[in-house]
């Protein structure tokens, strides 16, 4: 069954540094979102992106957040610079044409110290 | 999106049918109900959706009712695996695929050996 990987599973990064969370969507998905998982809380939209930009964005997808489609099969999360706060499982998620069925990668969790 | 109220949690036992209620009153004619489901902390997984039919696939039965203001997902025989937040979703599915899913708290479902 096709899936969407995420890299890295785990990440732990210094308050006010730079990551990049990464996402394969399935092949043939032409839709590519980012949601986040507080622990102990709801999952959270972030940001949707088709035909090379935003869709929509959640008023948590601030400045500091930007999402990336570099090449035809990654598609990025970018933090400029971390808070505690961003603390969190970070999952994307891709949808196909038909835009029925939603798959999501097991998620990066992301721990700011 | 609709919003959706679900029971905080369940209880099942094992090889019992488990069924997941989710009212839904202010659905619009437009807004299918999607089901998800998280296994501890990883990716949400779709289950099944359905706009005012009865549904039904390979992980399980969704009933819904003919004034569409409720649903109950049914799984027929359910296993220790099946142990999860479940979520009721209603949402616009459209060729857009800018739709976004909106995850409210889910009902825990712990299937008892």
Not at chain 1, 19 to 28: A, D, E, K, Y
Not at chain 1, 66 to 82: H, Q, W
Not at chain 2, 29 to 39: C, P, T
Not at chain 2, 99 to 107: H, N, P, Q, R
Request: glycine share 6%.
């Amino acid at each position: 069954e096709p899936e969407v990987t995420q890299t890295p599973s785990h990440q732990v990064t210094q308050m006010g540094q730079e990551v990049i969370l990464r996402c394969v969507p399935i092949s043939n998905h032409l839709y590519f979102y980012w949601y986040r998982q507080i622990l102990g809380q709801k999952v959270e939209f972030l940001v949707s992106f088709y035909n090379n930009e935003i869709s929509e964005k959640s008023e948590i997808f601030d400045d500091q957040f930007s999402v990336e489609r570099p090449d035809g099969s990654n598609f990025t999360l970018k933090i400029r610079s971390t808070k505690l706060e961003d603390s969190a499982m970070y999952f994307c998620a891709s949808l196909d044409l038909n835009g029925r069925e939603a798959f999501f990668g097991q998620g990066t969790r992301l721990t700011v110290v | 999106d609709a919003k959706t109220t679900q029971p905080t949690s369940m209880d099942c036992a094992e090889g019992r049918a488990a069924n997941l209620p989710c009212n839904h009153s202010t659905i619009s004619g437009n807004e299918y109900v999607y089901w998800y489901r998280q296994i501890h902390s990883q990716g949400p997984q779709y289950i099944i959706h359905g706009l005012k039919n009865n549904e039904t696939n390979e992980m399980a039965s969704l009933i819904i009712t003919e004034d569409r203001k409720s649903s109950t997902l049914i799984l027929p025989h359910a296993t220790l695996r099946d142990t999860a937040v479940y979520y009721c979703i209603v949402r616009v599915a459209t060729n857009f695929g800018n739709e976004k899913l909106t995850f409210g708290t889910g009902t825990r479902l712990t299937i008892i050996p």
